[in-house]
């Protein structure tokens, strides 16, 4: 299942660009943008700094003394956005009693993918020595594959990953390689689903769901089926989820609702005992 891929095919340009498989998406992250403004004027974040780097920040919504931490990581494929954009999805959890991470980190071409994967991990682990505990770890596409090392790392007390990517081979070939400058060997070596499994044998959470919209590219279905499988069968607990109608930029839109299903499961998930 995850052993050698056919990098011609399929059109992996046109299954990865969500960009350009989405044309309206500048209103969906115009939107986003809307309601980041509006949350932040609502319940203004206190930023945390994580490291010494401009970027190497936070914004932490606070629910409340003793309050669970959930650490949402930003997407676009570790090369565009910051953590101002997704402020939006902040009151959704502070409505649960659950506060809310959102760090930035600095972006490729500047810094290679594996300098971000340490930067998250240093945010990761800052909510830990705050709240004494691992956090509840999400987060989309690029954040998605981010939150699933997280866990095989034994960062985090579960992860789920919307519209994740587990495998990034199949990237090299696309333009979004341009400032990644992934080669094989390192795209499979940043490859969660070659990471160890999180099954019990080692701190940290045991939990990954999936999550994908249903309107995605068979690719992006393809790889959060193919890790939910492949992590199941070997002692992760594992869940699938395609939401009908969504694509890769309006499968967020049930984190800005404090009644979806997937935000009421990653409250349940963030509190302790889950």
């Known amino acids: ?163 994740g990517i587990f495998d990034l081979r199949p990237l090299i070939p696309t333009s979004l390689n341009a400032a990644l400058d992934l080669d094989e060997r390192e795209a499979a070596a940043l490859s969660p689903v070659f990471w160890p499994m999180p099954n019990g044998s080692t701190p940290g959470g045991t939990v990954l769901d999936c999550v994908v919209g249903g309107d995605e590219s068979s690719e992006f279905l393809r790889q959060s089926r193919m890790m939910a499988d492949h992590w199941a069968a070997n002692g992760v607990e594992t869940r699938y989820d395609a939401l009908p109608g969504l694509n890769h930029f309006t499968v967020l839109d049930p984190l800005f609702d404090a009644n979806s299903k997937l935000v009421r499961r990653i409250a349940d998930l963030a509190r302790p005992g889950a």
């Open 1 to 163: 299942m995850t052993g050698e891929i056919d990098l011609e095919a399929p059109d992996f340009e046109s299954q990865y660009n969500n960009r350009a498989r989405v044309p309206d998406h500048p209103a969906v992250m115009a939107r986003w943008r809307e309601l980041a403004e509006a949350a932040r004027a609502a319940h203004p974040p206190t930023e945390i700094a994580y490291g010494p780097g401009e970027r190497e920040v936070m914004d932490l919504f606070d629910a409340g003394p003793g309050a669970p931490v959930a650490v949402f990581l930003h997407g676009g494929y570790w090369q565009a956005l910051d953590k101002s954009w997704f402020s939006g999805i902040a009151p959704a959890f502070l409505a649960h009693g659950v506060s809310l991470a959102v760090p930035s980190y600095d972006l490729a071409p500047a810094v290679r993918l594996g300098r971000i994967l340490r930067q998250v991990r240093a945010a990761v682990e800052a909510i830990r020595a705050r709240t004494g505990a691992r956090p509840v770890v999400f987060g989309h596409s690029a954040g998605g594959h981010m939150s699933a090392c997280m866990l095989s790392e034994g960062r985090a007390s579960a992860a789920v990953a919307i519209s």
